[in-house]
């Protein structure tokens, strides 16, 4: 049973879901271990939030299914579809290789400049990812311990969970993850060849 959970935006994780894409953009919440965006888990949850999701943000298709909600909101309880492995990151200095990967995201432009404008001794990091749905969703109370501008943190499931409820299928197939992951590192190698060359500890190394 996977021990961390990733948060990310619920709009977000529905379109992982849908096999509509593998790319997360992230630079971190303020409150990272460290003060600084890392990937420690190669394997998570992908746990919903809503409170800083923002419409404006997002492509038309993608901001039409967010309902904004008031600042501190957190459902009561929240549904866990799916989890993830974490294939391939890539630290991001440009922004022209950004905007090159605009087609395989669901944020807008005005989404990427400000992303990439935060912090901007920071790079932006982009998350690939090899998504697995699971065949039953988990429903678990909300915690304290869930809440924060942080990107990780541990997550304690019901110990009475069996292998049957947490059988799962990739969401898409091996031929159309690795069509579309070897899309988005050509774009890439397009605009920055050194950049698919390049390795950090793990985060640079191909998983699978």
């Not at 460290?34 to 394997?43: D, E, L, N, R, T």
């Not at 005005?110 to 998504?131: A, D, N, Y």
């Not at 869930?146 to 059988?167: A, I, N, V, Y």
């Amino acid at each position: 049973m996977l021990p961390y959970a990733l948060k990310e935006w619920s709009v977000a994780i529905d379109a992982l879901i849908q096999g509509e894409t593998i790319l997360l953009l992230r630079k971190g919440g303020i409150r990272e271990e460290g003060k600084h965006f890392a990937v420690p888990h190669q394997q998570v949850w992908l746990y919903p939030t809503y409170e800083h999701q923002k419409p404006h943000l997002l492509k038309p298709q993608w901001a039409d299914q967010v309902t904004t909600v008031a600042p501190g909101w957190h459902p009561n309880q929240v549904t866990l579809q799916a989890w993830a492995e974490i294939v391939h990151v890539w630290t991001v200095k440009s922004l022209a290789t950004v905007n090159a990967l605009q087609p395989f995201h669901i944020w807008n432009q005005q989404f990427v400049t400000e992303r990439f404008r935060w912090k901007p001794s920071q790079p932006l990091h982009l998350l690939l990812l090899r998504v697995h749905r699971l065949e039953t969703p988990i429903t678990i109370d909300w915690q304290p311990a869930h809440g924060g501008c942080r990107s990780w943190f541990k997550l304690d499931l019901p110990m009475h969970l069996s292998k049957q409820e947490l059988t799962s299928t990739p969401v898409l197939s091996q031929q159309q993850w690795t069509t579309l992951k070897q899309a988005i590192r050509h774009q890439i190698d397009a605009i920055d060849p050194d950049l698919v060359k390049s390795a950090a500890p793990w985060q640079g190394n191909e998983i699978i």
